[in-house]
């Protein structure tokens, strides 16, 4: 019976509506979604009873028909251009994307590709997860809410954003908000469909600002948007060219129809509680698919919150929403902090926090921080002072000379004026003195600026501004190079040209561990390259004890030679040549045109029977590709892989070519 009742509409004839009886006991109301919403069909429930109870029926002065032809006539007048003009403001000159939280796809993105070379895609499938707040943590929110005089759906708004930017990396979150949009008197007991979703771009790019002051500025941009809420969202799109949104926000104030109903109500009492589904149902597409991949809904009881996550299954792990809410929550929790600044507020909950900190990091090391990178480096010279530190187109650079070398370019510095609490930059191509001058830089008690030649001159001019350099350090053997990167109020002293037999002596120590001992300045891809402080014991941090666990070090003295392949202006070849460095290792560094030919490295590691690597997967993935490069590859015992994601294809590619 029931089977043969409910069946698909036919949207073209109509009617979207039908009614059945069961033995003159069971009402049977199916209507299409398109006509109904959540709130009209409690307000058809509530009639029936009153019709069924009283025998009478409020007539309605206007109908739906009345509303549409209104919206019509609004259309043709321009109505909506200046609610088109808001959006347009909203989104202009802003860099927004769709929401990219942690998702099936990105941990096993190659994964999907089957033998034939096609992608599986992930099946779609709505699933809900619910939690309670609890009540003591509701009672604060209220209490809060009406001490700030702010809207309840802003301040539910603005955490969500807020747990979303964490998850995502995102400053500014693209998402959406779904209203009953029923502020009009005339509205609010007539059946339709009137609900509407409607984009909106929350942003937490400014570290210091206070979450009260975020809240605030959401509830403002709320009523902007609930006053411009009568254009759909797909006119919205095709006219300002909007990204697809993928998730969206709902919040159900505490409204029960069942004050509307009389006590003598002819249904079952928990077919009031419905509210959250009726609304959920407007979100879906015709196949049942929520048209959203995560559907957060903040719903107000009686006494308490509760939350209830529609989310893609096929897309999230539950672990996923699960973590998403718990961290939801913890905001919530952490109330007293709204008007601190957003950066201290806690956003996750304090088992998870327990684990990252003390069960995942058991390895805590007390150690004096009284070092300094150079004069570790020295003291490791001075115990093995014939062992060969760089091998460098077959050139073999000892420590004791290594020592000497820098001794005597960090006393040529001192005495031109460098010393603490300048900055020198080392513009120079592939070679072993870039090694010498960085420690020589040190050890005159400035910090290094590593700058690869081949950067644009406006670059170099602008990292050389932005430190306040007084001198520049060049190795530089192409002579148009070499003339092109010239600046005017900043010395230059070329590296191959110092003559690294005088001062040889030992330099006395000017620094702290807390001082800047280098600088990496980021691409400037997105704008202007910013610069990164990195301190002496940061670096002896990394050098010394970074590598070890529960004091050991990891890799127990069973690699003896490291190859140095990355850009000098990478961070990656700090554990190329300065952990190495303080271990006593052999560096072999690769020139400029072998840095890059995997069959060069490949022959390089098999000359010099390096064990240990480090570079991003992409690049040992690509390099496997050659013969000679794969051959050497069994060579390899330590493989440190990061700056990027490292999935299982890359994995099994390399553990097929390793021994």
């Known amino acids: 019976m029931l089977k043969s009742f409910v069946r698909p509409f036919d949207l073209e004839n109509g009617p979207l509506i ?184 929350l942003k937490f790019d400014k570290e210091d600002e206070t979450m009260l002051d975020i809240i605030k500025e959401n509830m403002n941009l709320l009523i902007d948007v609930y006053n411009n809420q009568d254009i759909s969202f797909s006119e919205l799109s095709k006219s300002l060219k909007l990204e697809n949104v993928n998730n969206g926000f709902v919040y159900q104030p505490n409204k029960s129809m069942k004050e509307l109903m009389s006590n003598t109500s002819i249904f079952d009492e928990d077919i009031y509680n419905s509210e959250i589904e009726d609304i959920n149902n407007s979100l879906m597409e015709e196949n049942g698919i929520s048209k959203f991949d995560i559907s957060f809904n903040l719903v107000e009881n009686d006494e308490n919150y509760s939350v209830s996550v529609e989310y893609n299954s096929g897309l999230y792990d539950k672990l996923l929403i699960e973590r998403l809410v718990d961290s939801y929550i913890e905001v919530l929790r952490n109330i007293d902090y709204f008007e601190t600044s957003i950066k201290e507020i806690e956003y996750i909950p304090e088992e998870e926090r327990n684990k990252i900190l003390n069960e995942f990091n058991s390895n805590k090391y007390e150690y004096n921080h009284d070092k300094v990178y150079h004069e570790e480096f020295s003291r490791v010279a001075k115990s093995n002072p014939q062992n060969v530190a760089i091998v460098f187109n077959g050139k073999e650079i000892t420590y004791e000379k290594l020592d000497q070398m820098s001794n005597s370019l960090g006393h040529y510095l001192r005495n031109n004026g460098i010393g603490r609490g300048d900055v020198v930059p080392i513009v120079s191509e592939r070679s072993y003195l870039f090694i010498v001058a960085f420690l020589a830089v040190m050890k005159s008690g400035a910090a290094y600026l590593p700058i690869d030649p081949e950067f644009p001159k406006e670059r170099i001019q602008c990292m050389i501004e932005e430190t306040n350099a007084k001198l520049m350090l060049k190795c530089i053997s192409n002579p148009e190079i070499r003339e092109r990167i010239k600046f005017e109020k900043v010395k230059e002293y070329s590296l191959m040209e110092h003559n690294y037999e005088n001062d040889i002596h030992e330099i006395n120590n000017i620094n702290r561990s807390d001082d800047i001992c280098y600088l990496l300045f980021t691409s400037g891809t997105t704008g202007k390259p910013k610069g990164t402080l990195i301190r002496h014991d940061n670096l002896i941090n990394y050098c010394i004890y970074g590598q070890t666990v529960n004091h050991k070090d990891v890799y127990d003295d069973q690699f003896n030679t490291v190859l140095a392949f990355s850009k000098f202006t990478f961070d990656m070849s700090v554990g190329e040549i300065h952990y190495p460095l303080l271990r006593g290792k052999k560096i072999i560094l690769c020139d400029d045109d072998e840095f890059n030919n995997p069959e060069s490295i490949g022959e390089l590691i098999s000359k010099y029977n390096i064990h240990y690597l480090i570079s991003v997967p992409s690049r040992f993935e690509n390099y496997l590709n050659n013969e000679k490069f794969s051959q050497s590859f069994k060579n390899i015992r330590f493989l440190l892989i990061g700056g990027e994601k490292c999935n299982t294809k890359i994995l099994n590619t390399i553990r097929k070519y390793s021994d």
């Open 18 to 201: 039908r009614v059945g009886f069961i033995k003159n006991e069971v009402l049977l109301i199916d209507m299409h979604h398109v006509i109904c919403d959540g709130t009209s069909f409690l307000i058809i429930k509530e009639e029936i009873n009153k019709y069924y109870n009283e025998g009478t029926i409020e007539s309605v002065d206007i109908q739906f028909s009345d509303y549409a032809l209104n919206l019509e006539e609004k259309k043709k007048n321009g109505y909506f251009e200046n609610q088109i003009e808001f959006y347009k403001k909203m989104f202009a000159d802003e860099e927004y994307e769709t929401l990219n939280i942690p998702n099936k796809n990105d941990m096993n993105n190659e994964d999907n590709e089957n033998e034939n070379g096609n992608e599986n895609e992930n099946k779609s499938e709505n699933c809900n997860y619910l939690k309670e707040i609890d009540e003591i943590t509701s009672n604060n929110i209220d209490k809060y809410i009406q001490e700030k005089g702010i809207l309840k759906a802003a301040f539910f708004l603005s955490i969500y954003g807020f747990v979303l930017s964490k998850y995502s990396g995102q400053n500014i979150i693209y998402t959406s908000i779904t209203n009953v949009n029923r502020i009009n008197y005339h509205t609010q007991r007539m059946i339709g469909m009137f609900v509407s979703t409607l984009p909106i771009l």
